[in-house]
């Protein structure tokens, strides 16, 4: 067995079994409306998380993104209040500035040889106080192309609905694993991740590839803010604290290790889907308290941990032997 | 040489100087296609040197490198590789977390319609290494496999992106005799290909079974190179150690060093896959000399009696009472202290001061809540800077602004102020100039007198001869001679570690 | 000793003069800034308000200092002020004494600290990952103490810590700054300092010579938990409750922050308490500032991420040699004509 799956398989396992046991209590879980739920619910988280992965698998990190998804949702409520433009419109350049804003922050990490935790750190407070400096209030989004674009949806058998921005989660886990694993840019993440020194050593454009890494994930933080603008209708600048941290907890979740170089997009959506189950979890009991939620996915956080540095520790022994 | 035009790489007259210490003085070095150039020398005789220069790693500071006839400059180690020359290291340069044929097509990998395309690339990674006589899972991780396949792997890399000239810079350090015949195969077939192999190891062995010439460097010297078939290993040992090593004579220090009672032994004291068990008796006021190659276990034996690595068998007992060295900090409780031979990374506190550095060891056996007051570690820190002629315009000043010999002299001090009972010292004269050279042994010699025990670890075999009451000889990490009295000469010791292998091993 | 004091005036300079050009450009907006009254027996005014409002920062950025010294960090702390917090309020409305409740939450800080120590001296686990444990589990055990509420006391004891007021100080002011003096004054006149000194520079030359490496690591970061412990209890006195969501939120991001701008690198080895100190207190004051400028307080985001970039910009080794190469261009272009 390769050691590099059992993250994964792990992760599934745990998924499988909890909603095993979830639909055993209650029945109705196993629906394709909670299934749908679940997906439009976690949408935005996902694909964030997405972005993370990227980041992650290359030996970095990303504090920015809750901010970045905050600014892009009060960017787009303010320019679609006060300007005729379309939403469309609105989207490519959010998505410009994000990505933009990413990519500046990979080239300081770079080149100015700073550790991405403190950069990006930078990164957050900058892209929050955008956020309020464009507006303190929450303003709601009342675009008639927004109604038609949460009017989308697939109906499921059995009555649940994979709305838009559900699958477009979907589609961005989807290319990202395209990305991860089939593009040369994909192997020089994990290049990165692999170590630094080694892979510059063996060609891979350092500078580049981090750019192109932050600048990957700032586009997901806005395209996150974009389903986040959808999923709420409104922009405010204290939103979306904390997802980098439950971006985070989803990727180690989904199997990846955190000091990089090893894990799946596709895991990371597992451990976004075990996140999501304990949530839904919690709504049918109706009696759990909802920060469960932060002490199970902590609690998880901490076995994964555990479990990346057990093989680690075993993978180190097992060299000597094949 | 004989045959100019069969040069492939030439290296001439090479000099590099960092700060403090000349790496290469005047070095030249010339490679023939299709041979193996073995590169020999102790630690810091320059082979890495010379060869991070040949690769473009360091700039060096003058001196000319030509291939195949004409002059090159490779700014780093990428542009090297384009130009034909590639390097493979003891620690695999290549990345454990991807699979083999990504690592082989880094950067290069075949597409298709944008994509990469995976079944062709694995296909060709397949192909490739079938050339080299290995058949395995090519999109298996890296790190499942042992590192003597990864060093085909690698060599197959640097292969086929250059294809002139492979520098083999240690490969065989931790492979066994079975992996070895197999790397040496793929050697081989690379050699009938016409490439040039510069070869550095410190197997002996290895060098007679595969190499056609030998260079031989030692303080960044150029001492010769010969043809392999022509050199005894006798004369190869002592041009990589020392000098006109049979004039050297055994000064006569046994006569302090005999008088003492025997107050520390190991016996069968060892831990596996470091050191094999070994017996060691210390007697008070005498220095016991290690010899070895590198490699051959001695800093392995110092890290076992420190308690850095944690023996698994035998028994420790001082003044014949059984004690138990779990750790280093037990080990400084019992009076043992050890200077490493690597100062930089398990020596200084590089940005503390050097009262500070002094005064570590000492106020570490305190405890914190006793801290020693700063008129007492002033006292300390004047005392030993005179004492022990640290130059330096403080003893405020950053450990890490020393050189070398001064950065020793102070990790010394450390260990002095606790006023060790028996002190290891590892390489203790490495890379640094002459003139505290000279004072080094001097102070070995008087702590000794003094009544101290100390074990020396050294690849200096006149410096050795001169201060050793015995000596132990290691080869391939197990203590094989002990040389005491008038045994004691740097001949004997080369003769014992160039003694063939024992029967059973052969 | 009195070169010792100049040495330390000189290594803390750039934050005093910092500190003073902030002080000053507010004075020179707001001349009443350094207005200070006394009410009932109590100093009033902005200064003493900057001094108040950056306790909590100033408190934790002690014990960031040190784990940060060591070449960890420790993301925990706000985490671990919110589970103090609701320590300290539970222990209040279910009528335990003062002291009792003081000691539980304290002892509680300190057991969150040394799990995080044990996860890196121990275990080996990188302290950035290890404290992420913490810091997302934290909050949920928190609101799992006060049961999701904003749990109020009205133990006078307990809030004496958070608007009582001793020597006409506010008592947060004293202390932060009694406990900042005292482990300071620990560190510098125990041994502790330099061997956690040692330890980040150097750990594995530090174990050969005989420190214990994982005991102090352990410590720093219990002292670490302590400190946050210490936070805590006058975040949930201030305002007479503990609140789960919000108490100490972001705080850890406010105490590397003050340690960084304290001068302190983040790659560890030489540290400075006063500095992280001082380093607080210029995070605050910028914070009073605009306040009172009449900007949101939001903009204070804005301005932090300023302070990052210029630190930045400061410590990098490369931006160091980018602009001597652009002080030195110009002399290499008049030798060429």
């Given amino acids: ?322 | ?506 | 000793m009195n070169q010792d004091l100049k040495a330390l005036l000189v290594r803390l300079s750039p934050q005093l003069i910092a500190l003073a050009s902030i002080l000053l450009l507010i004075f020179m907006m707001f001349p009443s800034f350094f207005n200070i009254g006394i009410q009932n027996g109590r100093l009033y005014g902005s200064l003493i308000d900057v001094l108040n409002r950056g306790a909590p920062v100033a408190l934790i950025a002690i014990g960031m200092t040190l784990v940060i010294a060591t070449k960890g960090i420790d993301l925990s702390v706000g985490a671990v002020i919110a589970i103090t917090g609701a320590v300290a309020a539970s222990s209040a409305v279910a009528g335990n004494s003062l002291a009792y409740t003081i000691v539980l939450a304290l002892g509680t800080g300190l057991l969150c600290g040394l799990w995080n120590g044990a996860l890196v001296a121990l275990l080996g686990i990188q302290p950035i990952i290890a404290t992420l444990v913490l810091m997302v589990a934290g909050r949920g055990i928190a609101q799992l103490i006060t049961e999701g509420a904003i749990l109020t006391f009205n133990d006078e004891g307990l809030i004496f810590f958070g608007s009582g007021s001793l020597a006409f100080l506010p008592m947060p002011v004293v202390i932060w700054v009694v406990f900042g003096l005292l482990v300071a004054l620990v560190v510098r006149r125990t041994a502790l300092g330099m061997l956690v000194e040692a330890i980040g520079i150097n750990r594995r030359a530090s174990m050969l010579s005989g420190v214990r490496t994982s005991v102090l690591l352990m410590a720093v970061y219990a002292l670490s938990g302590l400190s946050a412990a210490i936070a805590g209890v006058i975040v949930a006195a201030d305002i007479r409750g503990a609140d789960a969501n919000n108490a100490g939120l972001w705080l850890e991001l406010d105490a590397i922050l003050a340690v960084v701008v304290g001068g302190n690198s983040l790659l560890g080895g030489r540290f400075s308490i006063l500095g992280s100190l001082i380093g607080a207190m210029i995070i605050q004051a910028v914070n009073t500032g605009i306040l009172l400028s009449g900007f949101p307080p939001e903009f204070n985001l804005i301005i932090k991420a300023a302070i990052i970039v210029v630190i930045l910009m400061i410590q990098s080794p490369r931006a160091a040699t980018l602009l001597e190469f652009f002080r030195k261009a110009p002399e290499s272009v008049k030798e060429r004509t």
Wanted: neutral net charge; proline residues 3%; contains cysteine.
């Fill in chain 2, 1 to 506: 040489m004989a045959d100019h035009s069969a040069d492939i790489l030439v290296a001439s007259e090479i000099c590099k100087s960092f700060p403090g210490a000349k790496a290469l003085d005047n070095v030249s070095f010339s490679l023939r296609a299709g041979e193996v150039h073995a590169l020999l020398g102790e630690n810091g005789a320059g082979k890495s040197t010379l060869i991070k220069c040949m690769t473009g790693a360091y700039a060096r500071d003058s001196g000319a490198l030509m291939l195949s006839g004409s002059t090159i400059d490779p700014r780093d180690t990428l542009a090297a590789q384009q130009l034909g020359i590639g390097t493979v290291y003891q620690e695999v340069n290549l990345l454990p977390n991807l699979s083999v044929a990504e690592n082989l097509y880094l950067g290069r990998q075949p597409r298709r319609f944008g994509l990469t395309d995976n079944r062709r690339m694995n296909r060709q990674a397949r192909e490739l290494l079938n050339g080299y006589g290995i058949d395995i899972d090519v999109t298996a991780q890296l790190d499942r496999y042992s590192v003597a396949i990864q060093q085909v792997i690698a060599i197959a890399r640097a292969v086929d992106l250059s294809g002139k000239v492979l520098i083999l810079d240690e490969p065989t350090a931790s492979l066994d005799s079975h992996e070895v015949a197999m790397l040496f195969n793929v050697v081989r077939s690379l050699k009938k290909r016409g490439l040039g192999i510069v070869f550095i190891t410190h197997f002996l062995e290895q060098v007679y079974e595969i190499s056609d010439r030998i260079t031989v460097l030692r303080n960044g010297r150029l001492v010769g190179t010969h043809d392999t078939a022509e050199l005894p290993r006798k004369q190869l040992i002592s041009l990589m150690l020392g000098r006109e090593l049979a004039q050297t004579e055994h000064l006569a220090r046994m006569t302090s060093a005999n008088a003492g009672e025997i107050r520390f032994r190991f016996s069968n004291f060892g831990k596996r896959g470091k050191i094999k068990p070994f017996d060691i008796d210390v007697k008070a006021g005498e220095v016991i000399g290690v010899a070895g190659l590198l490699g051959s276990g001695r800093t392995e034996t110092a890290e076992v009696l420190f308690g850095v690595d944690h023996a698994d068998s035998g028994r420790a007992e001082i003044d014949g009472k059984p004690v138990r060295i779990g750790s280093p900090r037990a080990a400084i409780e019992h009076g043992f202290g050890f200077c490493p031979e690597d100062r930089k990374s398990d020596g200084i506190i590089g940005d503390l001061s050097i009262r500070e550095n002094i005064a570590l060891a000492l106020q570490a056996r305190r405890g914190w809540s006793r801290p020693l007051s700063r008129a007492a570690q002033n006292e300390l820190a004047d005392r030993y800077i005179k004492a022990l002629d640290i130059r330096t315009t403080d003893r405020e000043k950053a450990i890490r602004l020393l050189s070398g010999g001064n950065q020793q002299k102070v990790i010394l001090a450390r260990w002095l102020a606790t006023n060790p009972q028996f002190l290891i010292l590892d390489e203790p004269t490495r890379g640094i100039d002459v003139g505290a050279h000279a004072e080094i042994i001097r102070l070995i010699e008087d702590l000794c007198d003094q009544g101290m025990s100390l074990l020396v670890i050294s690849s200096e075999l006149e410096e050795l001869v001169a201060y050793s009451s015995r000596i132990i000889v290691l080869r391939d990490r197990e203590h094989v001679a002990e040389l005491q009295g008038e045994r004691i000469s740097a001949g004997a010791i080369v003769e014992a570690i160039a003694a063939s292998r024992l029967p059973e091993d052969a």
């Fill in chain 1, 1 to 322: 067995m390769n050691s590099k799956y059992l993250p994964l398989i792990a992760t599934s396992v745990i998924f499988v079994v909890a909603y095993a046991l979830c639909t055993m209590q209650y029945p109705n879980m196993l629906s394709t409306r909670v299934v749908g739920n679940l997906l439009t619910d976690n949408a935005f988280l996902g694909i964030a998380a997405v972005g993370m992965t990227f980041v992650i698998l290359s030996g970095g990190i990303d504090l920015s993104m809750g901010s970045v998804i905050a600014f892009t949702g009060v960017f787009l409520a303010v320019i679609l209040q006060s300007t005729p433009i379309h939403p469309l419109f609105a989207f490519v350049l959010a998505l410009a500035i994000t990505t933009a804003f990413g990519a500046l922050m990979g080239a300081i990490i770079h080149y100015l040889e700073m550790p991405p935790f403190i950069v990006t750190l930078a990164g957050m407070f900058l892209a929050r106080g955008m956020a309020f400096v464009l507006s303190i209030d929450s303003i709601p989004v009342n675009h008639d192309f927004y109604g038609v674009l949460n009017g989308l949806y697939y109906r499921l058998p059995g009555g649940g609905r994979l709305t838009f921005i559900g699958g477009l989660m979907l589609l961005v886990f989807l290319a990202g694993i395209v990305i991860a694993h089939r593009t040369r840019f994909g192997t020089n993440v994990y290049a990165l991740g692999g170590g630094t020194q080694t892979a510059r050593l063996m060609g891979v454009p350092v500078a580049r590839t981090t750019i192109q890494i932050y600048a990957l994930s700032g586009f997901l933080a806005g395209l996150s803010g974009i389903v986040f603008s959808l999923y709420t209708s409104a922009g405010y600048a204290l939103a979306a604290v904390g997802v980098e941290l439950d971006a985070i907890a989803a990727v180690v979740i989904g199997g990846t290790l955190l000091t990089g170089g090893a894990g799946f997009v596709g895991g990371t959506l597992i451990g976004i889907l075990i996140q999501g189950l304990i949530q839904t979890y919690i709504t049918f009991d109706g009696t759990l308290s909802s920060w469960w939620t932060k002490i199970l996915i902590g609690l998880l956080l901490f076995a994964f941990i555990l479990m990346q540095k057990g093989i680690l520790l075993l993978s180190g022994d097992k060299r000597k032997f094949t």
